[in-house]
Structure formats: structure tokens, C-alpha cells
């Protein structure tokens, strides 16, 4: 069973960058799809970039261009990073885990979950 740590939110200006790690543990996260998803209050959980086993990057429309996804390896870990951070940006941030071999978007296509991360944004 993989578990999943996220850390790294916090409250940050707009044009502000915060950089969110997953650590993962029990297995090594390229065996996996990884991706980052947020919900807002009031909102549905979105999906905001992913990362293939072979380590193909998408992101959102919302996000491509700021937001970039990684990984490490030596560290198993993953990583966003979020540059110039706008108050929409603003929710808690959750890393999972797919056994798919693509890299879906879907929420339910990732079947563990860490405890989520908060960014907070003002204006």
C-alpha cells in the first residue's frame, strides 16, 4: 500500500510561488501515475497536473505555463511547483497516486490519497 505526504502550502501574495512535495512511501512512485488535484470551498476537486510512469507531464488549462510537476526518484518524491499565484488559486492542494499505465485526469481514476496541503492566496 502507497502512502502519501503533502507539506510545503501556505499563505503567499498574489504573484507569489510556493513549492508542494509528495513524499511517497511503501512503493516507488514510478509505478505510478501521480497528480496533484485542489478544491476550493464550495467546489469540486480538480485535477491541476500529472505525471506518468514514464514521466510524461500534463497540466490544466488553469495553471499550464505556472505550474510545473516533477519527481524525484532518489527522494520519491513529487513535486508542484506554483508560480505566480493568483487568489483563484486559493484551496487545498492533494496529491495521489493512479495505477493507470496514461495519466488520467479524473478523480476517480486515483485510488490513494494523501491528507492535502492548504495554499492560501491574497490579494
Known amino acids: 500500500q502507497v502512502q502519501l505526504v503533502e507539506s510545503g502550502g501556505g499563505l503567499v501574495q498574489a504573484g507569489g510561488s510556493l513549492k508542494l512535495s509528495c513524499v511517497v512511501s511503501?512503493?516507488?512512485?514510478?509505478?505510478?501515475?501521480m497528480g496533484w488535484f485542489r478544491q476550493a470551498p464550495g467546489k469540486e476537486r480538480e485535477f491541476v497536473a500529472g505525471?506518468?510512469?514514464?514521466?510524461?507531464?500534463r497540466s490544466a488549462d488553469s495553471v499550464k505555463g505556472r505550474f510545473t510537476i516533477s519527481g524525484d526518484n532518489a527522494k520519491n518524491t513529487v513535486y508542484l511547483q506554483t508560480n505566480s499565484l493568483k487568489p483563484d488559486d486559493t484551496a487545498v492542494y492533494y496529491c495521489?497516486?493512479?495505477?493507470?499505465?496514461?495519466?488520467?485526469?479524473?478523480?476517480?481514476?486515483?485510488?490513494?490519497w494523501g491528507q492535502g496541503t492548504q495554499v492560501t492566496v491574497s490579494s
Open positions: 505525471i506518468s510512469r514514464s514521466g510524461a507531464t
Open positions: 495521489a497516486a493512479s495505477n493507470s499505465l496514461g495519466l488520467p485526469s479524473g478523480r476517480y481514476a486515483y485510488t490513494n
Open positions: 511503501g512503493r516507488t512512485f514510478s509505478n505510478y501515475a
